[in-house]
């Protein structure tokens, strides 16, 4: 059965410090890892990693996908309060546009 | 540009009663996807509809059912409700195999109390 796990499920860490948020999966028709943020309601897009060993980046965000080892992770850097948030990572299928995801990194910022 | 609606944003319901739940997609999407998203979980994949067909289905009972009408739009549809329905169920929509934008763009939700 197609998995995806996050880790760590939750993380506190003061303003100004640099996290990163790991994503493992087995997928037996992978084409993309996706990472999501969702605050209240609706997830957010963040990345979409499809080559292994690219970095994608994104002001003070970056992710990295290992396909050899399959993993992921998703790094914040100098990290503001509003970055509090759930940190989701999903898998599209390579058939269709079905996502199935992890069940989230919770992430609070303290000030 | 409207991005995903969905309606209502809330609703309760007893148990045993029926629902329907609305959405929207974003203009220029031809599939729509739910999910349930269950208190601290991660979104779980219900279906998925294109050109008004269920394309794909996760591991849920025959209880949800759905729709997509000729204009795209869709509705979840979950029969004889339990506590357990109890979630926020995401609407998502993509343009089926789109390139290197992001494949789902997400609603914010309904949320669903089963009492």
């Known amino acids: 059965e197609d998995k995806v796990v996050q880790s760590p499920l939750s993380l506190v860490v003061h303003e100004g410090d640099t996290v990163t948020l790991n994503c493992s999966y087995e997928?037996?028709?992978?084409?993309?890892l996706l990472w999501y943020k969702q605050e209240k309601k609706a997830p957010t897009f963040l990345f979409m990693l499809?080559?292994?060993?690219i970095e994608k980046k994104s002001g003070r965000l970056s992710s990295i996908l290992d396909k050899k080892e399959l993993f992921s992770i998703l790094n914040i850097t100098a990290t503001q309060t509003g970055d509090s948030a759930v940190y989701l990572c999903?898998?599209?299928?390579?058939?269709?546009?079905?996502?199935?995801f992890g069940k989230g990194t919770r992430l609070h910022i303290l000030p | 540009d409207a991005g995903v609606t969905q309606s209502p944003t809330h609703l309760i319901k007893t148990r045993g009663q029926q629902v329907t739940l609305r959405c929207s997609p974003k203009?220029?999407?031809?599939?729509v996807s739910w999910y349930q998203q269950a208190l601290g979980q991660g979104p779980q994949f219900i279906f998925q509809?294109?050109?008004?067909?269920?394309?794909q289905r996760g591991n849920f009972p025959d209880r949800f059912s759905g729709h997509q009408f000729p204009n795209y739009s869709s509705e979840l549809n979950v029969n004889a409700l339990l506590l357990g329905d109890s979630a926020l169920y995401l609407c998502?929509?993509?343009?089926?195999?789109?390139?290197?934008?992001?494949?789902?763009?997400f609603g914010n939700g309904t949320r669903l109390t089963v009492t």
């Open positions: 998502a929509s993509s343009r089926l195999y789109q390139g290197n934008n992001s494949p789902l763009h």
């Open positions: 997928v037996t028709n992978f084409r993309s």
């Open positions: 499809t080559s292994s060993g």
């Open positions: 999903a898998f599209l299928e390579s058939r269709d546009d079905k996502i199935i």
């Open positions: 203009s220029g999407h031809d599939t």
């Open positions: 509809y294109y050109e008004e067909e269920e394309r």
